[in-house]
């Protein structure tokens, strides 16, 4: 009875209740910024911007996904400086910089002009379009301090993958720059030799370098500015945030009260001829791109959203803008980077110690913390954005090839081993597999105390991307190869490892051995770690193939605290090397243990009464806390944490957080900040969906999320009632519980 009036009640309410079309709330500053760390957001496609203005002048720096040079930074594409003749900005008291998240564009407006800057979202164009009221001219000037060879300073080398390992002489290499009477062109060129050279040398894999992937070698990446309006005046040189460049300038022919420029991109390998004519091949529509890349961002809201008032209003309108940001790298071949995405700024404004150029961020520029990634990416399910997981998806698709070589190479077994600090060409980044190893030490091994061991994480990607086939019929017909090759690693290797150290390469009970091993990064030579025990059950369940393999995965171990029984990290383990809680890993991101299903009173246990887990509990950075609060269904822990969590961060722009563990802004602080904000709301277990498993009543709040079997739900919560329910399909209403 209680189940059929439950039931019956849902249904009154999709009766009286209606799901309306949803666009965001425009993110409005009344006032000029003092510097880069003030800046807004703006991208699509593949290309982020930031964008401000200071001292009259608008400026914005554009960063494309994929521009890695020789070293693996990640390089800017430059900075654009917009002066007006007619000083629109400098004191106005009607000043207002939008972004419009509905189409995805900043607005500019003071003093009767407005300046519109957009990043076409299918194509790699930026435009910028500029009205006022009386004749004005346009200076714009392309600033660059890569105009000549830069020598990597000490401390520097963080941004590329050489980080503290980095070769006498090294140089960030100057880009070419053209400039021609009606457009100016930039592009950097890698060399044909590269850290990629450098790194298959020193693991050992010279003799099948010709079979792996480089993605850098021979790359070519840059733009050219192209306008109508303006033409070439000169050179310049300057200093900004204590880097010195040098910039080019282009004025307008006349005074008009129109004045557009657009800055077309291309990417390519070979030739700076070739790479050319592919520029050439890019369309330049300025009218056409506002009409369909405003469809596009128009779209993308109608996929889902989470709108809350009172207390949680600041959470949800910062889960937005993450979004958002998140939404601007959709059609990229490339994923979102943890460590400040599309969208870092001068470092001298995150670190006075490091006052190195706008190139640089900690943790690499070609390199995938994947134990970071993860979080940038497990929201993207329930918030419904399928095409911005691609990216992510891909990139370990074109790994593969060199992640099973590994292990042919180095131990003569199948299976694709995925390191943890991966390059994006697929082997451990060179400083962390170590510069200083003992000849004798296993050559497929990082010689580190951090990482050794540590090669789960690909499984959780294995997990999205099976979930994103369920979540949204995405075709993964192409990724079976990687789910099936990451899986049989495990049984391939520590069968391996068994057989060297005794006869039998199972226990008693036929299981695998999963020795050593590592609880992340934190419980290392570890026994049976609770991670990987619940990343290899939940994958090959929910894969459904292998039975056999998944028979010898062994139990999640246990152990009791006081007159409790919690989850182990492991069985045993040998030292703690950092503050992760992998015994919390069960419940996310492998759902073992949660709201609806069994164990659920061990796993409480677990977060309340650890030791570690209450010593390392945070909202900061890629800390989950918030997100195993809420999947436990402690709602005043899950509150308080994600409230910390989504909190406006120490930036002008509120979701711009850091830099935590990682640099600014972090988008792991954002990506688990997300999934706990949608945990608190929607959670789902043994074919039912749970709705406000963990929100306070007293918090007013209309979401539209994600479920399984191609599943909507929406809901709104006002005054501790549920006012509207749409589920879509409606025979998912009978799997409703409140």
């Given at each position: 009875?209680?189940?059929?009036?439950?039931?019956?009640?849902?249904f009154?309410?999709?009766?009286?209740?209606?799901?309306v079309?949803?666009?965001?709330?425009?993110?409005?500053?009344?006032s000029?910024?003092?510097n880069?760390?003030?800046?807004?957001?703006?991208?699509g496609?593949d290309?982020g911007?930031?964008v401000w203005?200071?001292?009259?002048?608008i400026?914005?720096y554009?960063?494309?996904s994929?521009?890695?040079?020789?070293?693996?930074?990640?390089?800017k594409a430059?900075?654009f400086?917009i002066?007006?003749?007619s000083?629109p900005?400098?004191?106005?008291?009607?000043f207002?910089?939008?972004?419009h998240?509905?189409d995805?564009s900043i607005e500019?407006?003071?003093?009767?002009?407005t300046v519109?800057?957009w990043?076409?979202?299918?194509?790699?164009?930026?435009?910028?379009?500029?009205t006022?009221?009386?004749?004005?001219?346009?200076?714009?000037?392309?600033e660059?301090?890569r105009?000549?060879?830069?020598?990597?300073?000490?401390?520097?080398?963080?941004q590329c993958?050489?980080?503290?390992?980095?070769?006498k002489?090294a140089?960030?290499r100057?880009?070419?720059?053209i400039?021609a009477?009606?457009?100016l062109t930039f592009?950097h060129?890698n060399?044909?030799?590269?850290?990629?050279?450098?790194t298959?040398?020193?693991?050992?894999?010279?003799?099948?370098?010709?079979?792996?992937y480089?993605p850098i070698?021979?790359?070519?990446f840059?733009?050219?500015l192209?306008?109508k309006f303006?033409?070439?005046?000169?050179?310049?040189?300057?200093?900004?945030?204590?880097?010195y460049?040098?910039s080019?300038?282009?004025?307008?022919?006349r005074?008009n009260?129109?004045?557009?420029?657009?800055v077309?991109?291309?990417?390519?390998?070979?030739?700076?001829?070739a790479?050319?004519?592919?520029?050439?091949?890019?369309?330049?529509?300025?009218v056409?791109s506002?009409?369909q890349?405003?469809?596009w961002?128009?779209s993308?809201?109608?996929?889902?959203f989470?709108?809350a008032?009172?207390?949680a209003?600041?959470i949800?309108?910062n889960?937005?803008?993450?979004?958002?940001?998140?939404?601007?790298n959709?059609?990229?071949?490339?994923?979102?980077k943890?460590?400040?995405?599309?969208?870092?700024f001068?470092?001298?404004?995150v670190?006075?110690?490091?006052?190195?150029?706008?190139d640089?961020?900690?943790?690499?520029?070609?390199?995938?913390?994947?134990?970071n990634?993860?979080?940038?990416?497990w929201?993207?399910?329930?918030?419904?954005?399928?095409?911005?997981?691609?990216?992510?998806?891909n990139?370990?698709l074109?790994?593969?090839p060199?992640a099973?070589?590994?292990?042919k190479?180095y131990?003569?077994?199948d299976?694709?081993c995925?390191?943890?600090?991966?390059e994006n060409?697929?082997?451990?980044?060179?400083?962390?597999?170590?510069t200083?190893?003992p000849?004798?030490?296993?050559?497929?091994?990082?010689?580190?105390?951090?990482?050794?061991?540590?090669?789960?994480?690909?499984l959780?990607?294995?997990?999205?991307?099976?979930?994103?086939?369920?979540y949204?019929s995405?075709?993964?017909?192409?990724?079976?190869?990687l789910?099936r090759?990451s899986?049989?690693?495990?049984?391939?290797?520590?069968?391996?490892?068994?057989?060297h150290r005794?006869?039998?390469?199972?226990d008693?009970?036929?299981?695998?051995?999963?020795?050593?091993?590592?609880g992340c990064?934190?419980?290392?030579?570890?026994?049976?770690?609770?991670?990987?025990?619940?990343a290899l059950q939940?994958v090959?369940r929910?894969?459904g193939?292998?039975?056999?393999?998944?028979?010898r995965?062994?139990?999640?171990?246990?152990?009791?605290?006081?007159?409790d029984?919690?989850?182990a990290?492991?069985?045993?383990w040998?030292?703690?090397?950092?503050v992760?809680t992998?015994q919390l890993?069960p419940?996310?991101?492998?759902r073992?243990y949660?709201?609806?299903r069994?164990?659920?009173?061990?796993?409480r246990?677990?977060y309340?009464?650890?030791?570690?887990?209450?010593?390392?509990?945070?909202?900061?950075?890629?800390?989950?806390?918030?997100?195993?609060?809420?999947?436990l269904g402690?709602?005043?822990?899950a509150s308080?944490?994600?409230?910390?969590k989504?909190?406006?961060?120490?930036w002008?722009?509120?979701?711009?957080?850091?830099?935590?563990?990682?640099?600014?802004?972090?988008?792991?602080?954002?990506?688990?900040g997300?999934?706990?904000?949608q945990e608190?709301?929607?959670?789902?277990?043994n074919g039912?969906?749970?709705?406000f498993?963990?929100?306070p009543?007293?918090?007013n709040v209309?979401?539209?999320?994600?479920?399984?079997?191609?599943?909507t739900?929406?809901?709104?919560?006002?005054?501790?009632?549920?006012?509207l329910?749409?589920?879509?399909?409606?025979i998912?209403?009978h799997?409703?519980?409140?």
């Amino acid at each position: 009875m209680k189940h059929l009036f439950l039931f019956l009640s849902l249904f009154c309410v999709t009766l009286f209740g209606h799901a309306v079309s949803h666009q965001p709330t425009d993110y409005v500053w009344t006032s000029p910024s003092h510097n880069s760390s003030e800046s807004m957001p703006c991208g699509g496609g593949d290309i982020g911007m930031n964008v401000w203005v200071e001292q009259g002048d608008i400026l914005f720096y554009v960063t494309r996904s994929g521009s890695f040079d020789e070293n693996n930074t990640l390089l800017k594409a430059g900075r654009f400086r917009i002066h007006l003749s007619s000083d629109p900005f400098t004191n106005a008291k009607d000043f207002r910089q939008v972004l419009h998240l509905s189409d995805g564009s900043i607005e500019i407006s003071a003093s009767g002009t407005t300046v519109r800057i957009w990043a076409d979202v299918f194509h790699s164009v930026v435009y910028t379009d500029v009205t006022g009221k009386k004749p004005m001219k346009m200076d714009v000037s392309y600033e660059s301090w890569r105009y000549r060879d830069r020598l990597i300073k000490k401390g520097e080398a963080q941004q590329c993958s050489y980080k503290w390992a980095l070769p006498k002489g090294a140089v960030t290499r100057g880009d070419s720059i053209i400039a021609a009477p009606n457009g100016l062109t930039f592009f950097h060129r890698n060399n044909s030799t590269t850290v990629f050279d450098y790194t298959v040398h020193q693991q050992g894999l010279d003799s099948v370098k010709h079979t792996l992937y480089n993605p850098i070698g021979g790359l070519v990446f840059g733009g050219q500015l192209k306008s109508k309006f303006l033409r070439y005046q000169g050179t310049h040189s300057g200093d900004y945030a204590g880097t010195y460049y040098k910039s080019w300038t282009y004025t307008s022919i006349r005074a008009n009260k129109h004045q557009a420029f657009a800055v077309v991109f291309n990417t390519s390998h070979g030739d700076a001829v070739a790479w050319k004519n592919g520029l050439s091949q890019v369309e330049v529509d300025a009218v056409k791109s506002r009409k369909q890349s405003s469809r596009w961002w128009q779209s993308f809201w109608q996929r889902s959203f989470i709108e809350a008032d009172g207390q949680a209003a600041e959470i949800s309108r910062n889960y937005t803008l993450f979004r958002y940001m998140m939404g601007c790298n959709s059609h990229s071949d490339w994923p979102t980077k943890f460590n400040g995405g599309l969208f870092t700024f001068d470092p001298v404004y995150v670190d006075s110690l490091q006052a190195f150029t706008p190139d640089y961020r900690r943790w690499g520029g070609g390199t995938m913390t994947a134990q970071n990634q993860r979080l940038v990416y497990w929201p993207l399910l329930k918030s419904g954005d399928y095409d911005l997981m691609q990216p992510q998806f891909n990139a370990y698709l074109r790994m593969l090839p060199t992640a099973i070589t590994r292990s042919k190479v180095y131990w003569g077994h199948d299976g694709a081993c995925f390191t943890e600090q991966i390059e994006n060409f697929g082997l451990p980044n060179p400083a962390e597999y170590g510069t200083k190893r003992p000849e004798s030490f296993d050559k497929g091994m990082e010689y580190n105390a951090w990482l050794e061991y540590d090669w789960d994480t690909v499984l959780e990607f294995c997990q999205m991307i099976l979930q994103s086939h369920s979540y949204g019929s995405v075709d993964i017909a192409k990724y079976e190869p990687l789910i099936r090759e990451s899986l049989h690693f495990f049984d391939n290797h520590y069968r391996y490892l068994a057989s060297h150290r005794g006869r039998k390469d199972l226990d008693g009970d036929g299981k695998l051995i999963l020795f050593p091993a590592s609880g992340c990064e934190t419980y290392k030579m570890a026994n049976n770690p609770a991670n990987t025990i619940a990343a290899l059950q939940t994958v090959f369940r929910t894969w459904g193939k292998d039975s056999t393999l998944l028979a010898r995965i062994p139990q999640i171990p246990l152990r009791v605290i006081g007159a409790d029984t919690v989850i182990a990290p492991a069985r045993t383990w040998e030292r703690i090397n950092n503050v992760e809680t992998p015994q919390l890993y069960p419940v996310f991101p492998w759902r073992v243990y949660g709201v609806g299903r069994a164990g659920l009173d061990i796993a409480r246990n677990t977060y309340l009464h650890d030791p570690d887990a209450l010593k390392n509990r945070s909202y900061i950075g890629w800390k989950q806390d918030n997100i195993w609060a809420a999947c436990l269904g402690l709602t005043d822990e899950a509150s308080l944490l994600t409230q910390s969590k989504l909190h406006n961060g120490p930036w002008r722009f509120p979701a711009f957080w850091g830099p935590g563990y990682d640099w600014a802004p972090d988008h792991n602080w954002g990506g688990s900040g997300m999934i706990g904000l949608q945990e608190m709301l929607m959670q789902e277990a043994n074919g039912k969906i749970y709705i406000f498993p963990a929100w306070p009543k007293a918090w007013n709040v209309h979401f539209k999320l994600h479920a399984s079997d191609n599943t909507t739900v929406e809901a709104e919560l006002k005054n501790g009632k549920v006012v509207l329910l749409t589920v879509d399909p409606q025979i998912r209403m009978h799997d409703i519980v409140q």
